[in-house]
């Protein structure tokens, strides 16, 4: 199946900074990105839809000046999280998908972020 | 209303048995994508299996069908000869119309799946 990367894995900061998370399709060219976050014991909740070249499209509820996704090539998607703060902490996971089959949407495997 | 529901929190098990965990979709699009994915305590996303709904047949991958019952709109995940790595929460996801993108999810609220030797 298509691979999906993400990093960090793991990623500890201290409030106020900001962190940026990559996602790479690696065998794939993929049109369209998704961010999720996840809570503990719950289900994954779609952030953004990120299109190669054109500006990502939040969730209802998302803050974009808070949460910078850039979709710059078909392989690449970044997530910044702009002076983050301890309610940012959480499990943070990138899904791609392309001209794939049934249109799969294939996951990195997640980056968890714990800011101090 | 939800549009995935998966009605069991939590599912056992024995080791080397087979288990159907639940999932009941709800859509007016005549085209959408059903898809099950597992995700171990690892947290990574694992794709299994995946069915259209103009699919005559049900989808199969190795240990995994899916018994899809378009009428019923269910799409229930059967797991057979479970290993022990199995062990893991078991989303459904439906990929219709509806929303702003035409690839987008929607994720069930999961089941945890537990094997026991």
């Known amino acids: 199946g298509a691979v999906v990367s993400q990093h960090p894995s793991r990623v500890i900061c201290k409030s106020g900074t900001s962190v940026k998370i990559e996602c790479r399709s690696l065998?794939?060219?993929?049109?369209?990105m998704f961010w999720y976050r996840q809570f503990p014991k719950k289900s994954l909740m779609l952030m953004a839809t990120s299109n190669e070249g054109s500006k990502a499209t939040y969730e209802q509820g998302v803050e974009k000046d808070k949460f910078l996704i850039n979709h710059a090539s078909l392989t690449l998607s970044t997530l910044t999280v702009t002076s983050a703060h301890p309610e940012d902490s959480s499990f943070y996971i990138c899904?791609?998908?392309?001209?794939?089959?049934?249109?799969?949407?294939?996951f990195g495997p997640g980056t968890r972020l714990l800011v101090l | 209303a939800q549009k995935i529901t998966q009605t069991q929190p939590g599912m056992f098990v024995q080791e080397k048995e087979a288990v159907t965990l639940d999932c009941t979709y709800d859509?007016?699009?005549?085209?959408?994508?059903l898809f099950w994915y597992k995700q171990p305590s690892s947290g990574e996303m694992i794709f299994l299996i995946y069915?259209?709904?103009?699919?005559?047949q049900n989808a199969t991958e190795g240990r995994y069908s899916l018994n899809f019952q378009k009428a019923r709109k269910s799409a229930n995940l059967v797991i057979s000869a479970s290993q022990l790595g199995d062990s893991a929460m078991y989303f459904c996801?439906?990929?219709?119309?509806?929303?702003?993108?035409?690839?987008?999810?929607?994720f069930g609220k999961g089941t945890k799946l537990s094997v026991i030797p």
């Open positions: 996801a439906m990929r219709d119309s509806s929303g702003a993108g035409s690839y987008q999810l929607t």
């Open positions: 069915q259209g709904s103009y699919d005559q």
């Open positions: 065998d794939f060219q993929a049109t369209t």
């Open positions: 899904s791609a998908t392309g001209q794939v089959p049934g249109e799969t949407q294939y």
């Open positions: 859509t007016s699009d005549p085209s959408y994508g």
